[in-house]
């Protein structure tokens, strides 16, 4: 079990984690609600209706790393092959970020949330023992998974990974390279997200 994800009976998963991997991936959760930031409802927290008719951005992020987590739904408009459809294009782009970027932010701020409190209960449990065995339900599976996704996308991107061709390149970096740790998260959060998804497969 040992750094991998295991299915338990009745639905869920399990995994071995020592002190030091559950701080390295509470310290990657909590880097990514500082990227995702607040909700509207944080930002006014008098008004409870806030953030059900709150309109999100029309713009993509200038950060490249929420560009990845947030991209364009229709696409690069520097792809089309004129003027009057990338325009079209940035549009029609613009207006489903409106409606749909902060339900997105609220979804994947969650995710990352259930993966900070579940490693705080793990931690907490298994204080001066160097270790513990994370068990989630299925739902907070769910949630991990898509939290794993949006670690790796992040890295990913700080790492210029655009293809499989640029992972296999990773494996060839000297020790000395100042991107060899995170290259490293990289590669594990890879491993674990490839074993939750074998757990939740019929």
């Known amino acids: 079990m040992p750094g991998t994800f295991e299915p338990l009976p009745g639905g869920g998963a399990a995994v071995a984690l020592d002190d030091v991997e559950i701080s390295i991936i509470r310290s990657l959760a ?20 806030a953030e059900l008719f709150a309109e999100g951005p029309s713009e993509p992020p200038s950060d490249p790393v929420l560009r990845r987590l947030f991209p364009d739904a229709y696409g690069d408009p520097e792809a089309t092959p004129g003027p009057r459809e990338a325009e079209e294009q940035r549009a029609y782009s613009a207006e489903f970020r409106r409606y749909t970027e902060n339900d997105l932010r609220a979804g994947k701020r969650d995710n990352a949330l259930t993966v900070v409190r579940s490693l705080d209960a793990l931690a907490a449990e298994s204080a001066g023992e160097g270790g513990a065995v ?39 970096l000297p020790d000395e390279d100042p991107r060899k740790p995170m290259v490293m998260a990289y590669l594990w959060l890879g491993g674990l997200q490839e074993t939750l998804v074998g757990t939740l497969l019929p």
């Open 30 to 49: 909590v880097q990514l609600l500082e990227l995702i930031g607040p909700g509207p409802a944080e930002d006014a927290p008098d008004d409870p209706l």
């Open 134 to 172: 994370l068990k989630l339900s299925p739902g907070e599976s769910r949630q991990w998974l898509a939290a794993l996704n949006d670690l790796r996308l992040a890295i990913g991107s700080r790492l210029d990974i655009a293809d499989e061709d640029d992972t296999d390149l990773l494996y060839r």
